[in-house]
T-cell receptor, first 109, second 114 residues
């Protein structure tokens, strides 16, 4: 079966760095997405990785290792507004997105 | 900017009622999707559509149907609402497959069935 695993909840301090991990087992691979979802709002796109390595976009970076079925989202210089759920999703061989349950990130002052 | 709108943010319906959830996107996207989101579970795909009048079942189509008569509009229909369909419903759209297939989401409809 297809499976995406990510931690349910994480806590970090304002100004610090946090890494949110995602491991996956899917039938085929056509890319991995990270989305941010604030409480009560729609998910918004953060990043897309299809090749191994690190993609940096401002304070956010996303890493992919296809051989290990592993990705992480790295958030630097955390701000209170980064408190949200972070969703990992993998596009399988049928070009369908398989979603993880999301990681709720709590930022403390 | 892509805009995806949904007809209602909150909806309360009674068991057995027929429920219509409407979704409209303004970016001429071919692909449109309906998901439900429940606590502790990932987004689950109900139905999707790659073109007008085309529809494909997702992972959990039972109890739902869809309609896509126009490219910009994708409707989700609960034929006879049940309490286990209480959930957050999210509509999304995406461009054709030759681009990064980022999905753009609407604000969601929180449906409560009593």
């Amino acid at each position: 079966g297809q499976n995406i695993d990510q931690p349910t909840e994480m806590t970090a301090t304002e100004g610090a760095i946090v890494q949110i991990n995602c491991t996956y087992q899917t039938s085929g691979f056509n890319g991995l997405f990270w989305y941010q979802q604030h409480a009560g709002e729609a998910p918004t796109f953060l990043s897309y990785n299809v090749l191994d390595g690190l993609e940096e976009k401002g304070r956010f970076s996303s890493f992919l290792s296809r051989s290990k079925g592993y990705s992480y989202l790295l958030l630097k210089e955390l701000q209170m507004k980064d408190s949200a759920s972070y969703l990992c999703a993998v596009m399988d061989s049928n070009y369908q997105l398989i979603w993880g349950a999301g990681t709720k990130l709590i930022i403390k002052p | 900017d892509v805009k995806v709108t949904q007809s209602s943010r909150y909806l309360v319906k009674r068991t057995g009622e027929k429920v219509f959830l409407e979704c409209v996107q303004d970016m001429d996207h071919e692909n449109m999707f309906w998901y439900r989101q429940d606590p502790g579970l990932g987004l689950r795909l109900i139905y999707f559509s790659y073109d007008v009048k085309m529809k494909e079942k997702g992972d959990i189509p039972e109890g739902y149907s869809v309609s896509r008569e126009k490219k910009e509009r994708f409707s989700l229909i609960l034929e006879s609402a049940s309490t286990n369909q209480t959930s957050m419903y999210l509509c999304a759209s995406s461009p054709p497959e030759d681009r990064v297939r980022e999905q753009y989401f609407g604000p969601g409809t929180r449906l409560t069935v009593t």
